[in-house]
């Protein structure tokens, strides 16, 4: 049995930071399903401070991609799919533009970026119906992902931007959110995969993640139940303006001197 372990974990990582990884990717998956975001960006939070650079987005795209089609799959009714149809060319298109220029990008100037889009988003004035149609998904969709690439925080962003179209419903706020990100998770593995990274040295990491997560999940939406969209919405637009702020404290503090 060590022997397993040690063929399916990273040795890079303790035994003790293995486990909490896993409880972590069950604790993070049921706050995304009950309270529609949030669980993406801890545990992203937290890969950071355990994990080697080089390993952080990539590992957490991939597990973020199996926990966002697990709560996708488990609300499968609720799913816009007219959104969902114009957001995969997006995807395509972000996704293959990063490719192109897979460097480092000015982290504080995208934090601040993302983070003023939010608050637009959350406290500002309704934004017109073309910019959330068709052509402002397709839109949308390929700028993220594109960002998303390079600093795998765009989930608050997307998030936002989804709400806004549902109106608020929080099953299909839930729904719709959850089938966007993971197919702007998925070209993560083709483009570091391509680009050099060992997906296989944290392979059983990350589908001892994404298992825990779909527990998780499957919790997170029994409590989703209880909530009503009036204070889903609240506590939503809170969480939104909370990871805000903490994008702006980071683009302050990482701000090139």
């Known amino acids: 049995m060590p022997e397993l372990f040690d063929v399916l974990l990273p040795s890079t990582l303790p035994a003790a930071t293995t486990l909490l990884l896993i409880a972590l990717s069950a604790v993070t998956s049921a706050i995304t399903a009950s309270l529609g975001i949030g669980g993406g960006v801890l545990m992203l939070a937290v890969m950071a401070l355990v994990m080697p650079p080089t390993a952080i987005i990539p590992v957490h795209g991939l597990v973020q991609f199996g926990s966002n089609l697990n709560r996708a799959l488990m609300t499968l009714r609720h799913i816009n799919l007219q959104v969902i149809v114009w957001f995969l060319p997006g995807v395509i298109l972000g996704a293959w533009l990063a490719s192109l220029i897979l460097v480092d990008l000015p982290a504080a100037l995208i934090q601040l970026c993302i983070a003023g889009f939010i608050l637009l988003l959350v406290w500002g004035p309704a934004i017109p119906k073309v910019a959330t149609g068709r052509f402002g998904t397709l839109v949308a969709a390929t700028l993220t992902t594109f960002i998303s690439l390079f600093v795998g925080a765009t989930g608050p962003?997307?998030?936002?931007?989804?709400?806004?179209?549902?109106?608020?419903?929080?099953?299909?706020?839930?729904?719709?959110?959850?089938?966007?990100?993971?197919?702007?998770?998925?070209?993560?593995?083709?483009?570091?995969?391509?680009?050099?990274?060992?997906?296989?040295?944290?392979?059983?990491?990350i589908l001892l993640m994404i298992a825990a997560g779909a527990l998780g999940t499957w919790l997170g939406l029994h409590l989703l139940r209880h909530l009503n969209d009036r204070r889903f919405a609240r506590i939503f637009n809170g969480l939104l303006t909370l990871l805000a702020v903490r994008l702006l404290w980071q683009a302050w503090t990482g701000w090139p001197s």
């Open 157 to 205: 962003l997307v998030a936002a931007f989804v709400k806004q179209q549902q109106a608020g419903e929080r099953f299909s706020t839930v729904a719709t959110f959850a089938a966007a990100m993971s197919l702007q998770h998925a070209p993560k593995a083709v483009v570091y995969g391509a680009a050099g990274f060992v997906f296989f040295d944290w392979l059983g990491l």
